[in-house]
């Protein structure tokens, strides 16, 4: 059996391992890591929670400290690209403890702040560079940050790198790196549309697959309970009565359906918080902060936070509703059931959402079980919306309450 001794990593990255926790590669790291000590293209692809970031990270920390070079000024050696925000930041923390006793300087580029602190940061150059597209490409317009020292690419979650709407920038972002150059992509799925776009960035490239059958992760339990749309908040409330509901991630396909259950939520007295794309950068961060701290029991989300999040003891993942592409499905439910631990997923479905739950059990290749919910009649009654609406107010500090109502009896009379 391997360690991380026997696949060539220095003294420096064994401590910080050994403090870590980490006994032991898993087997994404131990079929990764010589292959990027060697200098090798590589794809690699394993399920969610199996440590894909240190496959990629140890390596990267590995060649950038033993080959010493100055970084220039406003350059980067080394540049990770993420899909989403949260994810840059966890990715550049992830690199900062197992990198802590290496002194590699690092910098994260991301949209939604104040671009001043970025800029500084980039100043003088870095050797590893953690960027989501939109912000980096910007900042390489604006002349703050040069590419063409990148020695070194990783395209995190690169399926969803290269989806319709990322695809444009990271192809202008990968023709600014040098050509000799060495690179790689991580992912849990790799849908085979996408292979063509691989050949673009990867050089005769090393595949490392450690799927067993499952495209997910062995370890969730999951299950699917058919329920109308219009009845799927108090189900949840229901399920969330059960204290063995002890973390958990609630999924919705958008962000105003994010913001209502939150709402309902609130109202039933669990705490939660939501992150969804309509909320500044500050309180994405935020809620999802207090989520890994344990101050907020119940995080509701949209995609943005399906892939690469690594929290803790994950209890349980609810997609309220099921996302409209499969590969979502399987890096949500990820979410739980990380680094050995287990999980369970329940997936609400409304009669119209069955052709997502067809599309999903397609790619996992196997019939997730249905379980019928065990709420008493009355407990389902649907919210009643005409309460709703009396009680809505919208956002925003201009919103002043309507004077006048409408009245269903018909306009006031006059006293005679
Ligand atoms: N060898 C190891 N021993 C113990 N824990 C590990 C090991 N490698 C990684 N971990 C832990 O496992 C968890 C999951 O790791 P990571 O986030 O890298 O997974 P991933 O494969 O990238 O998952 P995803 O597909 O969801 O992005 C992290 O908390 C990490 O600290
Ligand atoms: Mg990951």
């Known amino acids: 059996m391997s360690t991380f001794e026997s696949l060539g990593l220095s003294e420096p990255l064994l401590r910080a391992l050994a403090a870590e926790n980490y006994t032991q590669p ?199 309970i058919p329920v109308e749309q219009r009845k799927k908040r108090a189900l949840l409330t229901h399920l969330l009565a059960d204290p063995a509901l002890s973390r958990v991630i609630v999924f919705t396909r958008t962000k105003h359906v994010a913001n209502r259950v939150a709402e309902h939520l609130e109202k039933a007295g669990v705490v939660s918080d939501a992150i969804h794309g309509n909320k500044s950068q500050n309180a994405r961060q935020r809620a999802l902060d207090g989520f890994k701290a344990g101050k907020v029991r119940v995080l509701v989300a949209t995609d943005i936070a399906a892939r690469g999040v690594d929290v803790e003891n994950v209890s349980h993942v609810i997609n309220f509703e099921l996302p409209n592409d499969a590969e979502s499905y399987v890096h949500r439910i990820g979410r739980t059931a990380r680094a050995g631990a287990e999980g369970i997923a329940i997936s609400f479905c409304d009669p119209s959402e069955k052709t997502f739950l067809r599309d999903i059990e397609r790619l996992v290749k196997r019939q997730l079980p249905v379980v019928p919910h065990d709420l008493p009649a009355e407990a389902l009654q649907p919210v009643n919306i005409h309460e709703e609406r009396r009680n809505y107010k919208p956002e925003g500090r201009n919103y002043k309450q309507p004077r006048h109502r409408w009245n269903p009896r018909g306009p006031r009379r006059k006293a005679a």
């Open 26 to 224: 898993t087997p994404i790291q131990t079929r990764a890591i010589p292959a990027l000590l060697n200098g090798r293209d590589l794809l690699g692809i394993a399920q969610t929670g199996t440590g894909k970031t240190a496959a990629f990270g140890l390596p990267l920390l590995q060649k950038l400290s033993q080959d010493r070079v100055r970084p220039a000024p406003k350059s980067c050696r080394a540049l990770i690209l993420a899909p989403t925000r949260e994810l840059a930041v966890q990715i550049d923390q992830s690199l900062k403890t197992y990198g802590r006793h290496l002194g590699l300087r690092q910098a994260v580029i991301l949209g939604g702040v104040n671009q001043n602190k970025q800029v500084n940061a980039m100043r003088n150059g870095v050797d590893i560079l953690v960027a989501t597209p939109g912000r980096l490409l910007d900042l390489v317009k604006q002349g703050h940050v040069r590419l063409n020292q990148a020695h070194q690419l990783i395209l995190d979650e690169a399926d969803r790198m290269f989806d319709m709407g990322f695809i444009k920038d990271v192809r202008k972002i990968v023709a600014l790196l040098p050509k000799d150059r060495q690179s790689m992509l991580f992912s849990a799925t790799m849908p085979r549309e996408i292979v063509e776009l691989i050949g673009e960035v990867l050089y005769q490239y090393e595949r490392v697959e450690v799927s067993p059958p499952t495209v997910t992760a062995d370890r969730i339990e999951q299950r699917v």
